[in-house]
């Protein structure tokens, strides 16, 4: 299979045919990740202060970019369904509070979800062995086929972690490539499940090896392991679809998922999307907040703002 | 010669078990009886008040899931780090009251052998306060008190230690957690307390602490969507009072206004009744 790696340096714009070795050439020439700029910087940019009408606005955004998610081994039709009809109308007493961007659940759920969200917003479901990843290529495809049928419109795909860290770059962007084939029409975002990567050499690593085998978003983690989402990994990532842009022209989105829970932490987030990735990526199709409690916050702050008065966990709906 | 330097004391909020300063950074002058200058403590500013009901919800269901058996023995035990820290409670009520040190021993005195009091009510209040009904049915059905929720409190600005004490305990007691400003003027008995109840068994957001103006914080704590009840014992404005009624009106929160309090007399189980709620359950008998 031939694709065209390329890479910020531009002595290094090789295409490999997707064999370990010429994928270990391209990763491996990728300039290193200094951790403790990315953390200064994470850190300088989370300090920034968002008030007022910014705020506001800030609020609206993030809610719009939420993908609201339940993934527990005890999830229930009607969970699923009450956590649909929330993204829908997140705040009952609030018409003007947008809806999400999608709702995100395990495969089986896909047609649940379906049937209450219509065509309004998006439903993404889970594939490809979720969390782990360990399964056998044909399996991870039949789970993304399976999803696919029962109405999702966007896979979330874990990468196989022990392969990547074994260096087996191949086999990584070979399943990769293959579930974006069975999507289909439906976008694909990739889970590097950064908290298993280690370093954020490999988050770089793996992002450029998840954009060049075709994913349409790349997302930090499953939720399943501590740590998950957080602002060094997720700059570094979008770092990397700024480059590939650059390169490219192609726009990859970014989905930081687990551990976000205060808008605070959403609008940090936005702030970051904006100085480092650029304002076009400040749209739900090119970054979204996967969450559950997130979206509680938000409206909580909503409420604040619009009342004046601080807002309690009694005025938001639980599940 | 004697050349050590004075270890000077910061004297901070108390919020979720911990000591920070004021998010605003802000700090007020607190003067002696004399007026003379005493300390800088912390101005608690509204972010600081949110702050602290935030730790007082997430600590109220665990307290309140305690035994009653259970809260009394904490009750009890932070009555022992009252003992041990008489002489300095005897040293700032005598200092922040402008009273004798023989005084000031007799009202320290009066404050522990108060939270003591409180501490036997624990396992004790259901048995008076609740009942168990005649109803016309195949029905067991009694009603027992449960706690309210998140109370915040604004303690009384003349009586530092008893008074504080006196409006603390009864709220705890019955699986509360509160918020409580404590006298503007004489704010650092109420420190020293909080310094208690951190080296107690009292888990950390079941008592929070803030040093300032009542009228500065309390209307926030009053419209507070998360508070369950206010407490307006300690506040002396009739306009600041009005106003904190009219903002805990909006979200329905229960409130303990108007009383004029002797704190040197039996208090009885009004302020234990005040924070709590009659829940009735009707049990079917036979089977």
């Known amino acids: 299979m031939g694709v065209t790696l390329l890479v910020p340096d531009a002595a290094a714009n090789i295409t490999p045919d997707a064999s370990d070795a010429g994928l270990r050439h391209v990763l491996h020439a990728l300039p290193g990740v200094d951790q403790v700029g990315a953390e200064a910087r994470a850190a300088m940019l989370a300090s920034r202060s968002i008030k007022n009408e910014a705020k506001r606005t800030a609020i609206d955004l993030a809610i719009s970019m939420v993908d609201l998610t339940t993934l527990e081994g005890a999830d229930t039709p009607g969970k699923v369904q009450a956590m649909c009809a929330k993204a829908l109308h997140p705040d009952p007493a609030d018409d003007l509070v947008p809806p999400v961007a999608a709702v995100c659940v395990y495969g089986d759920m896909a047609g649940i979800a379906r049937a209450v969200v219509g065509d309004r917003l998006h439903v993404a479901a889970v594939a490809t062995a979720f969390p782990s990843g360990r399964a056998a290529l044909e399996v991870k495809l039949a789970d993304t086929a399976a999803a696919i049928e029962r109405g999702a419109d966007e896979i979330d795909m874990v990468i196989d972690r022990g392969a990547f860290l074994t260096g087996d770059y191949g086999t990584v962007f070979e399943q990769i490539a293959k579930v974006k084939q069975a999507c289909g029409d439906a976008h694909l975002k990739v889970i590097l499940e950064t908290g298993e990567l280690r370093t954020l050499d490999n988050v770089r690593r793996a992002s450029w090896l998840a954009m060049a085998a075709g994913a349409d978003f790349i997302k930090t983690s499953t939720g399943k392991i501590s740590p998950a989402a957080t602002m060094p990994v997720t700059l570094v990532m979008l770092e990397a679809v700024r480059d590939w842009h650059q390169r490219t022209g192609r726009r990859i989105g970014v989905k930081p998922a687990g551990g976000i829970r205060t808008a605070k932490d959403a609008i940090r987030y936005l702030v970051m999307v904006q100085e480092v990735a650029g304002p076009e990526w400040l749209t739900p199709d090119l970054f979204r907040f996967g969450a559950s409690s997130l979206l509680n916050d938000l409206l909580l702050q909503r409420q604040r703002m619009a009342t004046g008065n601080y807002s309690g966990p009694d005025y938001v709906s639980h599940d | ?287």
């Open chain 2, 1 to 287: 010669m004697d050349t050590r330097v004075d270890v000077r004391k910061t004297y901070k909020l108390f919020i979720n078990g911990a000591f920070p300063r004021s998010e605003s950074g802000r700090t007020y002058p607190v003067s002696d009886a004399k007026g003379r200058f005493w300390a800088n403590a912390s101005l608690a500013s509204r972010k600081d008040a949110r702050d602290a009901v935030l730790a007082a919800r997430g600590a109220q269901p665990g307290w309140a899931g305690a035994t009653a058996y259970n809260r009394g023995q904490v009750l009890y035990r932070v009555a022992e780090m009252l003992e041990g820290r008489r002489a300095q409670f005897e040293d700032e009520v005598a200092r922040s009251e402008g009273i004798s040190s023989r005084k000031a021993s007799g009202i320290v005195d009066a404050a522990i052998d108060r939270w003591v009091w409180y501490a036997g009510w624990s396992d004790k209040f259901a048995q008076v306060s609740g009942s168990s009904n005649p109803v016309a049915g195949p029905y067991f059905n009694f009603s027992v008190p449960v706690p309210t929720g998140v109370v915040a409190a604004i303690a009384p600005q003349d009586s530092a230690l008893l008074g504080l004490v006196s409006v603390v305990a009864p709220i705890i007691v019955t699986g509360n957690t509160s918020v409580v400003v404590a006298s503007q003027e004489r704010p650092l008995p109420a420190v020293t307390l909080a310094e208690v109840l951190a080296t107690s068994d009292l888990p950390g957001g079941v008592v929070n602490i803030l040093t300032g103006d009542p009228a500065e914080v309390g209307p926030w704590l009053a419209g507070h969507a998360d508070v369950n009840a206010l407490d307006l014992t300690g506040v002396t404005d009739d306009g600041v009072s009005t106003q904190m009624q009219v903002a805990a009106a909006d979200t329905i929160t229960r409130v303990l206004a108007d009383v004029t309090a002797d704190w040197t007399i039996d208090p009885g189980l009004g302020r234990l009744r005040a924070f709590t709620e009659i829940t009735t359950v009707w049990h079917p008998q036979g089977v």
